[in-house]
């Protein structure tokens, strides 16, 4: 979709006002949380139903693929949406070169677990760390469908899912899961966070 420059979000909300559970409920001050987390070095583990399982380092996956804009609406369930400018990558184009083999109809992702390095992990112990997301092979592979490694010209902040996080357009913000480090091709559907925390709730969506 296209937005006039002056319906973005400005930029100092969408870098203050954010859902990051692993830091905290409140959508303010994560800044200020994620100041012991470290996003650098950053690994990725990709493996599964793939004929090419690898595991990569951010950077050399960033200097892979061609970094585009990708201006979105991002909605919320809580009744709150915001226009952002993201820069980013197809995921398509990621999963093109592992190739995912026949049975493969999902793809499940999970966030970083480090609760000595988010004080929401540490302190959130019933939730069944860690965070994990699903998506349909066939809404992966949409052109909309993007890893974001940055947002307004910058590198992701870490209160924004630094340093890559899914964004799927056409989702809530729920799917759009943060600070990956672990991508599988799976046959069946996989289970997510929200779903086993309260399925009566949650679907997978």
């Known amino acids: 979709p296209s937005f006039g420059q002056d319906q973005l979000t400005a930029k100092e909300k969408a870098l203050n006002y954010v859902n990051f559970y692993e830091l ?3 959508k303010n001050g994560n800044d200020e949380r994620a100041k012991n987390f470290v996003v650098d070095p950053w690994e990725i583990q990709i493996d599964g139903l793939v004929a090419n399982p690898q595991t990569i380092n951010l950077q050399d996956l960033i200097e892979r693929y061609k970094i585009d804009e990708y201006i979105y609406r991002m909605r919320c369930v809580e009744d709150w949406s915001m226009v952002l400018r993201w820069q980013g990558f197809r995921l ?3 999963l093109e070169d592992i190739e995912p083999l026949p049975e493969a109809r999902y793809i499940q992702f999970q966030s970083v677990y480090r609760p000595d390095e988010m004080p929401g992990q540490a302190a959130l112990v019933n939730y069944p760390w860690p965070y994990s997301e699903g998506l349909r092979l066939d809404e992966a592979m949409h052109d909309l469908t993007i890893m974001a490694t940055g947002l307004y010209d910058e590198p992701l902040a870490k209160q924004n899912g630094a340093p890559i996080r899914l964004v799927v357009p056409w989702k809530y ?3 759009s899961i943060k600070s990956i480090v672990h ?3 799976v046959a069946e559907q996989p289970p997510t966070l929200w779903n086993s925390l ?8």
Not at 198 to 205: L, M, P, Q, V
């Open 24 to 26: 905290s409920f409140s």
């Open 92 to 94: 398509n184009k990621l």
């Open 173 to 175: 913000g729920f799917k």
């Open 183 to 185: 991508i599988s091709l």
């Open 198 to 205: 309260a399925a009566n709730e949650n679907g997978f969506y």
